[in-house]
């Protein structure tokens, strides 16, 4: 490649990993597999840069990989094999939102992987529709339509977790 294009290349790539690498934790909620996509996803954009610098949209271009990297790894049955005889214990760091990430992250590993990728790009990755539309290679209308249900499904499952009270009974009015 040449230097000049390999300079772009490391200026976007460094501008825009710790998003990517966020967007890619949020489709599959774990740090080494998103690492693999984040990875998986930059490889591809290298060896195709001088067609994808062209791009109208680069960033949907790169979206566009990535959720296909993503549904790929998804597709391979060797990634869910354990290569120890025990899995290793994971620190969580002292936060007081855990509970709630925690849920949040069960709830989208619920959705079906096409309404988990839209609600991702959407308001995680901060795409409009139409970016989202363009990266996911659908319709403006089907992103609309995932969207609406994978949040109505997200609504639903953390509203099962926290069910509204109240401290009077309908009756009550002291």
């Given at each position: 490649m040449p230097p000049d294009l390999e300079r772009e290349y490391v200026e976007y790539?460094?501008?825009?990993?710790?998003?990517?690498?966020?967007?890619a934790y949020l489709?599959?909620?774990d740090a080494f597999q998103a690492d693999d996509i984040v990875q998986a996803?930059?490889?591809?954009l290298y060896v195709n840069w001088k067609r994808a610098a062209g791009a109208d949209n680069l960033d949907g271009?790169?979206?566009r990989?990535?959720?296909?990297?993503?549904?790929?790894?998804?597709?391979?049955?060797?990634?869910?094999?354990l290569l120890?005889?025990?899995?290793?214990e994971l620190s969580a760091p002292a936060d007081h939102g855990v509970e709630e990430r925690d849920a949040l992250l069960t709830a989208?590993?619920?959705?079906?992987?096409?309404?988990?990728?839209?609600?991702?790009?959407?308001y995680?990755?901060?795409?409009?529709?139409?970016?989202?539309s363009e990266a996911l290679g659908c319709s403006v209308g089907n992103v609309k339509s995932q969207c609406s249900r994978g949040l109505a499904t997200l609504r639903q499952a953390l509203d099962a977790r926290h069910p509204i009270t109240t401290s009077q009974g309908a009756g009550d009015h002291s």
């Amino acid at each position: 490649m040449p230097p000049d294009l390999e300079r772009e290349y490391v200026e976007y790539v460094t501008a825009r990993l710790p998003r990517l690498h966020r967007m890619a934790y949020l489709l599959c909620a774990d740090a080494f597999q998103a690492d693999d996509i984040v990875q998986a996803t930059l490889t591809a954009l290298y060896v195709n840069w001088k067609r994808a610098a062209g791009a109208d949209n680069l960033d949907g271009y790169v979206h566009r990989i990535m959720v296909r990297r993503y549904l790929d790894e998804r597709r391979r049955g060797w990634s869910k094999v354990l290569l120890g005889d025990r899995v290793p214990e994971l620190s969580a760091p002292a936060d007081h939102g855990v509970e709630e990430r925690d849920a949040l992250l069960t709830a989208l590993r619920s959705l079906p992987k096409g309404q988990r990728a839209v609600v991702v790009l959407r308001y995680f990755g901060d795409l409009s529709v139409e970016a989202t539309s363009e990266a996911l290679g659908c319709s403006v209308g089907n992103v609309k339509s995932q969207c609406s249900r994978g949040l109505a499904t997200l609504r639903q499952a953390l509203d099962a977790r926290h069910p509204i009270t109240t401290s009077q009974g309908a009756g009550d009015h002291s």
